[in-house]
T-cell receptor, first 114, second 112 residues
Framework: ETGVTQTPRHLVMGMTNKKSLKCEQH?????MYWYKQSAKKPLELMFV???????ENNSVPSRFSPECPNSSHLFLHLHTLQPEDSALYLC?????????????FGPGTRLTVL | QQQVKQSPQSLIVQKGGISIINCAYE??????FPWYQQFPGKGPALLIA?????SEKKEGRFTISFNKSAKQFSLHIMDSQPGDSATYFC???????????FGTGTQLKVEL
C-alpha cells in the first residue's frame, strides 16, 4: 500500500449505529487530519493530530470522536449520527514543521446516514 | 465567515482553450496558497502552490497568478485537455501552519 488509504470506502448506517472509519498513511508523516466534504461547500477541517496529539478540534459535535494511536493511523468513531452528517470523509497527512505544507489525501469514505 | 471565495462554481472549456479559476481571500496573514485537483472517487491532490513573495508560478500547463494587493490568486490551465476535467479547489494557510482554508471548488469540464 502506498500513500493514504481509507476504509471502508462506502458506509451506510442508521442513526443509532456505532461505526468507525479508518485511515492509514504510508508516507512517514507526523500530522494527520479529518475533513468533511459536502456538495458545494468548502472542505471542512474537523480534526488535526500532530505527533499523535490533537491540536485542532474545529467545533465538531461530540458524536464524532477521533483517535490517533500512532502517527500512521487515524480513526473516526461515529455514534448517533444525523442524516445531515452524510458526506465524504477525507483523511489527509503531512510532514509537519517543514515549509512544504503539502497535505496528501486519501480517497475518502462515502458515508450515508439513514 | 468564508475566508476564501472561489469562482466560478462550474466551467466548461473547449479542448485547447484556457481555463481560469479565481480565488479571493480576506486574511492578510495567509502566506501559502495551494491549488488541489480532485477526480471523481479520489481525494484531492496538490497541483501547484505559491507563496506571496512571487507574483506567478508556472508548472507545465498550470500557472498561478498572485495579486497581493488585491488579495486574489488564480489558476490558469493552458491548452486544456479532457483529462483536466476535475474539481479544483484553492486553499490558503498561514505561518507555516497546517490548517488549510479551502474554497468551495470549481467543477471543470473540458469538451472535445
Amino acid at each position: 500500500e502506498t500513500g493514504v488509504t481509507q476504509t471502508p470506502r462506502h458506509l451506510v448506517m442508521g442513526m443509532t449505529n456505532k461505526k468507525s472509519l479508518k485511515c492509514e498513511q504510508h508516507l512517514g508523516h507526523n500530522a494527520m487530519y479529518w475533513y468533511k466534504q459536502s456538495a458545494k461547500k468548502p472542505l471542512e477541517l474537523m480534526f488535526v493530530y500532530n505527533f499523535k496529539e490533537q491540536t485542532e478540534n474545529n467545533s465538531v459535535p461530540s458524536r464524532f470522536s477521533p483517535e490517533c494511536p500512532n502517527s500512521s493511523h487515524l480513526f473516526l468513531h461515529l455514534h448517533t449520527l444525523q442524516p445531515e452528517d452524510s458526506a465524504l470523509y477525507l483523511c489527509a497527512s503531512s510532514q509537519e514543521r517543514t515549509r512544504a505544507n503539502e497535505q496528501f489525501f486519501g480517497p475518502g469514505t462515502r458515508l450515508t446516514v439513514l | 465567515q468564508q475566508q476564501v471565495k472561489q469562482s466560478p462554481q462550474s466551467l466548461i472549456v473547449q479542448k485547447g482553450g484556457i481555463s481560469i479559476i479565481n480565488c479571493a481571500y480576506e486574511n492578510t496573514a495567509f502566506d501559502y496558497f495551494p491549488w488541489y485537483q480532485q477526480f471523481p472517487g479520489k481525494g484531492p491532490a496538490l497541483l501547484i502552490a505559491i507563496r506571496p513573495d512571487v507574483s506567478e508560478k508556472k508548472e507545465g500547463r498550470f500557472t498561478i497568478s498572485f495579486n497581493k494587493s488585491a488579495k486574489q490568486f488564480s489558476l490558469h490551465i493552458m491548452d486544456s485537455q479532457p483529462g483536466d476535467s476535475a474539481t479544483y479547489f484553492c486553499a490558503a494557510s498561514m505561518g507555516g501552519g497546517n490548517k488549510l482554508t479551502f474554497g468551495t471548488g470549481t467543477q471543470l469540464k473540458v469538451e472535445l
